[in-house]
Each structure stands twice: as C-alpha cells, then as structure tokens.
C-alpha cells in the first residue's frame, strides 16, 4: 500500500512574465515528486493566474509560493508583499476562476500587510493515501499476569454419551 509523507515546498520569486512558466514548471516538479500528477494541471494553472495578476497590478513583485500536502489536501498559497494590491478590486476575475477551479479558498492578511491568497485542492476518491503510521507509545505501567493454564476437563462435567440421551428422552 503507497502511503503519503506530509510535505512542504517553499518557494521566494521576484514576478516577472517570462518568470511565471518557469514557475510553473518548478510546481509541477514538485506535484510529481509527491506523486500528484493528478492535481498538477489544476494548480499550476491557478498558480499562474495569480502570478501573472500580480505581475500585471502589483507595484512590489516580490512573491512567496507555498504548498503543503498533508496526505488527502493540496493546500497551495501565493503571498505578495505589495501593501496597496486589493485582491478584491485587482484580482477579482482571477479570484472567480481560482474558485471555480479549486475546492476551497480563501484571501487575508498577514502580520506584515501583505496580502496571502490561497487554495486547496483535495485527492478525490481511491486517491487518498494514509500517512505513515507512528508507532504507538505503551500506555500501561503494570504488568499483567498470563492467566494460569487449567485443564478443560477440570472445568467440564463428562458428556453423556449420546445413545443414553435418546432413551431418556423416550
């Protein structure tokens, strides 16, 4: 049975047009490493979306790409450090095919006011892998006893033999 590791990907880019394919193709780099060439197509295009609308408002193109996948979620998030992209006025037609595309997303703020876009993507079904088991940590502080071996006979009554049954029965 395949199992899937939790995994992280972080990745630092100044946005420029020819910068967004190479991007692009760094994502779906690392979705095939994970063995998610299912999701690739999907989030590589929202990626480049995003990445193109902030090359294109954004004043600031310094960009951070983060994905995470946790063994049943692909949850990818796209931060810029321009305090003055309003991603509900600027993205608003990127931010409408993220949605339509994905399975859930979601726009804030950071502590630094740069604003994060992110979206997820979910394994669908018979593509889901567990995570790799821990080992469970021993729970007991005593020791119990090995029941004492009693021999079945000594517990048991004879059977009667079962001719005797059926004349008794008469």
């Not at 760094?26 to 480049?48: M, Q, T």
């Not at 998030?77 to 859930?104: E, K, N, T, Y």
């Not at 726009?107 to 876009?117: N, P, Q, V, W």
Request: proline share 7%.
């Amino acid at each position: 049975m395949k199992t899937a590791v939790p995994c992280y990907y972080h990745l630092d880019v100044e946005v420029s047009p020819d910068r967004v394919g190479h991007v692009s193709r760094i994502l779906a780099a690392h979705l095939r490493y994970w063995d998610l060439d299912n999701l690739v197509d999907p989030v590589c295009h929202s990626a480049e979306m995003l990445l193109r609308a902030i090359d294109e408002h954004a004043t600031d193109k310094t960009t951070s790409i983060e994905m995470w996948w946790n063994g049943q979620h692909l949850i990818t998030a796209v931060g810029g450090d321009d305090r003055d992209l309003r991603p509900d006025q600027d993205l608003r037609a990127c931010l409408a095919d993220i949605a339509a595309m994905s399975d859930g997303w979601g726009c804030c703020a950071s502590d630094s006011g740069s604003k994060i876009i992110w979206f997820s993507q979910r394994a669908r079904t018979g593509e889901r892998v567990p995570l790799v088991p821990t080992a469970p940590a021993p729970s007991l502080r005593q020791v119990l006893q090995v029941p004492r071996e009693i021999p079945v006979a000594a517990l048991a009554a004879p059977a009667a033999p079962v001719d005797d049954a059926l004349e008794v029965a008469r």
